[in-house]
């Protein structure tokens, strides 16, 4: 990590040393920027991963191709906390515990409206269309549906918005986006659930704040909070919950 007065070190082509939430021999957690893809879309643009690996090649001067493994993916105006596995053992492992829910993550997300309880677990059945990409809200579960939970608590509010810490239960298509603007509460700069402005970057103010889980190989539980991105409004509730 850098000193307070030194600017972070480029250490591949996008990436900045203070990115780096944890690294050892079997695990790497990136703090994504809102503009990056995890993997490569049709966009053609650099995905994190593959800076990920330049980053890892030459770190540990690799010859040929550096394995890196996707455990999960965030969507692209989302930031946070984005686990890689740098072995194909500790993929395997990594999985199993996504597949088994032993993987704890929380979010944060600025909403405009208040919402309707101060915390509440939300229960529906997510529909995804393909050609919109996009997730809907039903109320009952047909064979194209798949069940959704989360849990959300009030943390915090300024004058305009209010704060909002989620922990999921299921892992949906936009599972987040979708539940929340279900109960009147799109996330700021989220048009396609509903928020009335776009953000000028593009970004959405929804953030992988933390994940957890037991290493896969030193069976110690790893909890790795993701630094808030720069912008007026997360840095107002970071200055009252950076402690969270």
């Not at 250490?11 to 021999?25: A, K, P, R, V």
């Not at 072995?87 to 597949?99: D, E, F, P, V």
């Not at 109960?183 to 000028?200: A, V």
Request: glycine share 4%; proline share 5%.
């Amino acid at each position: 990590m850098q000193g307070n007065n030194t600017k972070p070190r480029a250490i591949s082509s996008g990436l900045l040393e203070e990115n780096i939430l944890f690294e050892d021999n079997h695990i790497i957690i990136i703090n994504k920027l809102p503009s990056q893809i995890v993997q490569g879309d049709k966009t053609g643009d650099q995905p994190l991963s593959e800076l990920v690996k330049d980053y890892l090649k030459v770190k540990y001067n690799k010859q040929g191709e550096v394995f890196l493994g996707v455990v999960h993916r965030l969507d692209r105006p989302v930031s946070g906390a984005v686990v890689f596995a740098r072995t194909s053992k500790s993929l395997t492992r990594l999985n199993a515990l996504i597949k088994n829910r032993e993987v704890n993550k929380t979010y944060w997300a600025v909403v405009k409206n208040q919402p309707p309880k101060e915390s509440d677990t939300l229960v529906n059945y997510l529909w995804r269309d393909e050609a919109k990409n996009k997730s809907f809200v039903t109320a009952k579960s047909t064979g194209s549906t798949q069940l959704a939970s989360l849990s959300y608590k009030l943390l915090a509010s300024s004058d305009k918005y209010y704060l909002l810490e989620i922990d999921l239960q299921t892992g949906r298509h936009h599972q987040i986006r979708a539940q929340l603007a279900a109960i009147g509460c799109p996330i700021k700069g989220d048009l396609k659930y509903g928020f009335p402005r776009s953000n000028p970057d593009a970004s959405i103010h929804l953030h992988a704040r933390k994940v957890s889980f037991i290493h896969p190989v030193s069976l110690k539980l790893l909890s790795i909070i993701a630094p808030l991105p720069k912008d007026p409004i997360w840095d107002y509730f970071d200055r009252q919950f950076s402690n969270l």
